[in-house]
């Protein structure tokens, strides 16, 4: 299993990033996928989520900012950040919820930082 996730990196308060998270190795499919973060000193939180139906759930702190979508055909999650702000540093990481896995599937996670 693999998930790697792309698309981080350094934007000024105000832009935009899309990060990516392609996946390997379990039936995509039919698995939810999430975006969390983890912030320096923070705990890891969920920013948001899709399931295999396309139902998405979002954080507060994302809402009407971010967008999270599958392309099943592509393996691969992505999630558009828009008017990010500096408090949205962090490292991003991409999450697979896979039907009859006890565990969940994790990437190594993508640093996004946001500053002037």
């Known amino acids: 299993v693999q998930l790697v996730e792309s698309g981080g990196g350094l934007v000024q308060p105000g832009g935009s990033l899309r990060l990516s998270c392609a996946a390997s190795?379990?039936?995509?499919?039919?698995?939810?996928m999430g975006w969390y973060r983890q912030a320096p000193g923070k705990e890891r939180e969920l920013v948001a989520g899709i399931t295999s139906g396309g139902s998405t759930y979002y954080a507060d702190s994302g809402k009407g900012r971010f967008t999270i979508s599958r392309d099943n055909a592509k393996n691969t999650v992505y999630l558009q950040m828009n008017s990010l702000k500096p408090e949205d540093t962090a490292v991003y990481y991409c999450?697979?919820?896979?039907?009859?896995?006890?565990?969940?599937?994790w990437g190594q996670g993508t640093q996004v930082t946001v500053s002037s």
């Open positions: 999450q697979a919820v896979v039907p009859s896995v006890s565990d969940d599937y």
């Open positions: 190795g379990f039936t995509f499919s039919s698995s939810a």
